[in-house]
């Protein structure tokens, strides 16, 4: 029960980034996914926590993809581990912004 509890949250915490305004076909000429950057523990105690959150967000975007996706655009999630660590976060959200160049980002 606890662990359909957590997938179930996981997906509906993912849904409000999910929304379509913002995301029209030419936003970015050639891009075929929308990605969304996640900063958020994946070690140490709480893994386990957010390894449910993460596979329910998974979910609510397998879903969404398979509905046509975001605009035509398959959603990604691309997620960084930060360590419970607010320095980490900061560099992750650089990294999210600058490389990864994610269209959304959110931290958990």
Known sequence: MLRRTVLTSGAALSLPF???RGF???DRPGDREVLLG???????????VM???NAGAKLALDAVNAGGGVH????RIVSMDDEL????TAVNFRT????VAADRKLTL
Not at 96 to 99: A, F, G, K, R
């Open 96 to 99: 999210l912004h600058n490389d």
């Open 85 to 88: 660590k607010p320095e980490r």
């Open 51 to 53: 390894q449910s959150v």
């Open 72 to 75: 035509g655009r398959r959603a």
């Open 38 to 48: 996640q900063s958020t523990l994946l070690s140490a105690p709480f893994a386990s």
């Open 24 to 26: 029209a076909a030419s």
């Open 18 to 20: 999910l929304s379509t």
